[in-house]
């Protein structure tokens, strides 16, 4: 299963290629020295999560997220007939992701994937360096994390309670976390998005290749 199967889903656009021209965007993509970074979430659950990645995406500077599995998504056009899921669940997620996500809807392109290999494996054309956002035995603390200065950039985030598999796990090429001082183990998958989208582009604009 560690094998990414091909996806019908899979296109020409680069990893972190944003919906609308440069000028739309807070990098331009022509520069060498521009940010390079994108979001893979692993069945992530809520639509509200979702909607508040895709809205700390934006604020960092980040235009790409990849959905994968049960992860919620915006139906690709207005026509839902269009849309794989039923009707009602793609409107639902059109509305709510709307509403949270707020001017983010419309500048963060999400596109979904069957599951994580094949999003992995779709950045990996690209070139990404893959890391994990995950508590596990290996990852290094974020602050100050050299590996989120490579460009391109890919940051996979889990489920809500389960976070990532050790499976998804193995096919990262690093790992981060975010240290905890308080009783809980993690924070909300969309406020670790926050945190480590913000220094990724910090990192990446502070040390130019």
């Known amino acids: ?3 990414a199967p091909e996806s019908p889903e899979v296109s020409s656009t680069p990893p972190d290629a944003p919906p609308h021209s440069a000028a739309a965007v807070g990098t331009d993509p022509s520069r060498p020295d521009a940010p390079n970074v994108c979001v893979i979430l692993d069945d992530v659950r809520s639509l509200y999560n979702v ?5 700390a995406c934006d604020g960092a500077g980040i235009f790409t ?3 994968c599995g049960i992860t ?3 139906p690709a056009g207005p026509d839902l007939r269009d849309d794989p899921r039923r009707g009602p669940v793609a409107a639902r ?4 992701l709307r509403k949270v996500a707020l001017a983010a809807y419309d500048t963060v392109r999400v596109t979904h994937w069957p599951d994580a290999y094949a ?4 950045v990996r054309r690209y070139g990404a360096t893959v890391v994990a956002v995950e508590t ?3 990852a290094v603390r974020y602050r100050g994390a050299s590996v989120l200065q490579v460009r391109p950039l890919a940051l996979v985030f889990g489920h809500e309670v ?3 598999s050790a499976e998804v796990l193995a096919l990262c090429d690093a790992a981060v976390s975010i240290p905890m001082r308080g009783a809980g183990r993690s924070l909300n998958v969309a406020v670790a998005c926050g945190v480590v989208c913000y220094e990724a582009m910090t990192s990446q604009l502070t040390h130019v290749s």
Do not use: T, Y
Request: no cysteine; aromatic share 4%; net charge neutral.
């Open 1 to 3: 299963m560690i094998a």
């Open 51 to 55: 909607g508040a990645v895709m809205r």
């Open 65 to 67: 997220v990849h959905a």
């Open 72 to 74: 919620p998504f915006p």
């Open 93 to 96: 997620a059109a509305r709510e």
């Open 119 to 122: 999003a992995i494996a779709h």
């Open 136 to 138: 596990s035995p290996n």
């Open 162 to 164: 389960d976070g990532l």
